[in-house]
C-alpha cells in the first residue's frame, strides 16, 4: 500500500469524503436494523449482512486478484477474526432492537477508549495520565447515555458495552494481522466466516420473509455493509489515519438523523451531554492512536 503522506491535497480531500460516505452508510446500516428487527429474527438479518458481504466481495474481487485474494499466513486468525466481527454484529443488532441509534452509535464510539484500556492491561502498553482521563471521561458519557434503571431495559443497556469490549479485541487483532495480512483479503475472509458461522443457526431462526419492502431491507443492510467498508478501504488508502480521525464521529450526526427520521427520536438533555463527553475524549484518543500509529482507527459498523 503506498505511503498516504505522499499524495497529494485533492486525494486527502477523496479519503475524507470516502470516510464521510462510509460513515454515513453505516449509520443507515443501523437504522435499517432497528426497522427490520420488527418483522423477521434478527439472526436472520445478520446472516443477510454477511452473506451479500461475501458474495459481493467474491464476484469482484475473485476474478481481479485470483487466487493471491485467498493466500493468508494465518487462516487461524482470519477465523478468529471473522468469528469477533461475528460476534460483535450479532450483539449490536439485538442492542439496536432496544435502543436509539444515536444513542447507540455514540456509545459505539467509544471503542478507542477500551482499545486503551485493553492494550494496558493485557499487552502492557504504557498509557499515558491523558489517555486514563480520556477513558473516565468516555466511560462517564456512555454511562449518561445509557442511564442504568431509565427506559432501556436492564440487561439489553449492557449489550453495547460487551459489544463495544468485542469490538475492541477485533481491532487489536486486526491491527496485529494488518502486518502481514493483505486488507481485502482480511475483508473477503470476513464476509465468509461470518455467513457460513450464521448459517449454522438460520434454520432454527429462520421466518417467512412478509414481503418484499421486507426483502428490500434485508438487501439494503447487505448493501451498506459492504459498500461502507469498500468505501473505508478507499479512504485509508488514499488518506493518513491521523486526519480521517475527526470525521469519524460524524457518524453519530448521521445516527441520531436516521433516529428522528425513521422513528422520530430525539435524544434528552442528559444523552446530547453524554455523547459530546463521549465525542470529545473519543475523538482526542483516537487522533493520538492515530498519530502514534500504534492502531488502526475505524468508525464501527453493527
Same mark, same amino acid.
Given at each position: 500500500?503506498?505511503?498516504?503522506? %505522499?499524495?497529494?491535497?485533492?486525494?486527502?480531500a477523496?479519503?475524507?469524503?470516502?470516510?464521510?460516505l462510509?460513515?454515513?452508510f453505516? $449509520?443507515v446500516?443501523d437504522?435499517?436494523v432497528?426497522y427490520? @428487527?420488527?418483522?423477521v429474527?434478527?439472526?436472520?438479518?445478520?446472516?443477510? %449482512?454477511?452473506?451479500?458481504h461475501?458474495?459481493?466481495? *467474491?464476484?469482484?474481487?475473485?476474478?481481479l486478484?485470483g487466487?493471491? !485474494?485467498?493466500r493468508t499466513?494465518?487462516?487461524?486468525?482470519?477465523?478468529?477474526?471473522g468469528?469477533?466481527? +461475528?460476534?460483535?454484529s450479532? =450483539?449490536?443488532?439485538v442492542?439496536l432492537?432496544y435502543?436509539?441509534v444515536?444513542?447507540?452509535? #455514540?456509545i459505539?464510539? =467509544?471503542?478507542?477508549?477500551?482499545?486503551?484500556?485493553?492494550a494496558?492491561?493485557?499487552?502492557?502498553?504504557?498509557?499515558? &495520565?491523558? %489517555?486514563?482521563?480520556?477513558?473516565?471521561?468516555?466511560?462517564?458519557?456512555?454511562? !449518561?447515555?445509557v442511564?442504568?434503571? @431509565?427506559?432501556?431495559? @436492564?440487561?439489553?443497556?449492557?449489550?453495547?458495552?460487551?459489544?463495544v469490549?468485542?469490538? &475492541?479485541?477485533?481491532?487489536? +487483532? *486486526?491491527s496485529?494481522? #494488518?502486518?502481514?495480512e493483505?486488507?481485502?483479503?482480511?475483508?473477503?475472509?470476513?464476509?465468509w466466516?461470518?455467513?457460513?458461522l450464521?448459517?449454522?443457526? !438460520?434454520?432454527?431462526?429462520?421466518?417467512t420473509?412478509?414481503?418484499?419492502?421486507t426483502f428490500?431491507?434485508? /438487501?439494503l443492510?447487505?448493501?451498506?455493509?459492504?459498500?461502507?467498508?469498500? !468505501?473505508?478501504? +478507499?479512504a485509508?488508502?488514499r488518506?493518513? $489515519?491521523?486526519?480521517?480521525?475527526?470525521?469519524?464521529?460524524?457518524?453519530i450526526?448521521?445516527?441520531?438523523?436516521?433516529?428522528?427520521?425513521?422513528f422520530?427520536?430525539?435524544?434528552?438533555?442528559?444523552?446530547?451531554?453524554?455523547?459530546?463527553?463521549?465525542?470529545? /475524549?473519543?475523538?482526542?484518543?483516537?487522533?493520538?492512536? $492515530?498519530r502514534?500509529?500504534?492502531?488502526?482507527?475505524?468508525p464501527?459498523? $453493527?
Amino acid at each position: 500500500m503506498s505511503d498516504p503522506s %505522499r499524495h497529494p491535497p485533492t486525494q486527502a480531500a477523496l479519503g475524507i469524503l470516502f470516510l464521510i460516505l462510509a460513515t454515513a452508510f453505516f $449509520a443507515v446500516l443501523d437504522t435499517s436494523v432497528k426497522y427490520v @428487527g420488527a418483522f423477521v429474527p434478527v439472526l436472520m438479518a445478520v446472516w443477510f %449482512r454477511y452473506m451479500f458481504h461475501a458474495v459481493v466481495v *467474491t464476484a469482484v474481487m475473485l476474478p481481479l486478484r485470483g487466487r493471491s !485474494l485467498l493466500r493468508t499466513a494465518h487462516p487461524r486468525f482470519q477465523v478468529l477474526r471473522g468469528s469477533l466481527l +461475528l460476534a460483535v454484529s450479532a =450483539i449490536s443488532f439485538v442492542a439496536l432492537q432496544y435502543m436509539p441509534v444515536g444513542e447507540f452509535t #455514540a456509545i459505539v464510539m =467509544i471503542t478507542p477508549l477500551v482499545v486503551t484500556l485493553l492494550a494496558a492491561l493485557f499487552l502492557r502498553e504504557r498509557v499515558s &495520565a491523558l %489517555r486514563w482521563v480520556l477513558v473516565t471521561g468516555g466511560f462517564a458519557g456512555a454511562l !449518561l447515555v445509557v442511564q442504568p434503571g @431509565g427506559n432501556v431495559i @436492564g440487561w439489553a443497556s449492557l449489550l453495547p458495552l460487551v459489544m463495544v469490549f468485542t469490538y &475492541a479485541w477485533f481491532q487489536i +487483532l *486486526t491491527s496485529k494481522m #494488518a502486518r502481514t495480512e493483505d486488507p481485502m483479503t482480511m475483508h473477503f475472509y470476513t464476509g465468509w466466516v461470518g455467513a457460513l458461522l450464521s448459517s449454522l443457526v !438460520l434454520p432454527v431462526v429462520w421466518k417467512t420473509i412478509p414481503d418484499a419492502g421486507t426483502f428490500a431491507i434485508l /438487501c439494503l443492510i447487505g448493501l451498506m455493509g459492504t459498500v461502507g467498508h469498500f !468505501l473505508l478501504i +478507499l479512504a485509508f488508502k488514499r488518506t493518513q $489515519a491521523s486526519t480521517l480521525t475527526p470525521y469519524l464521529y460524524g457518524q453519530i450526526g448521521f445516527a441520531m438523523f436516521c433516529g428522528w427520521l425513521v422513528f422520530g427520536h430525539v435524544p434528552g438533555q442528559l444523552e446530547l451531554i453524554g455523547i459530546a463527553m463521549i465525542v470529545l /475524549c473519543g475523538a482526542t484518543a483516537s487522533w493520538l492512536t $492515530a498519530r502514534d500509529r500504534r492502531l488502526p482507527v475505524e468508525p464501527p459498523e $453493527a
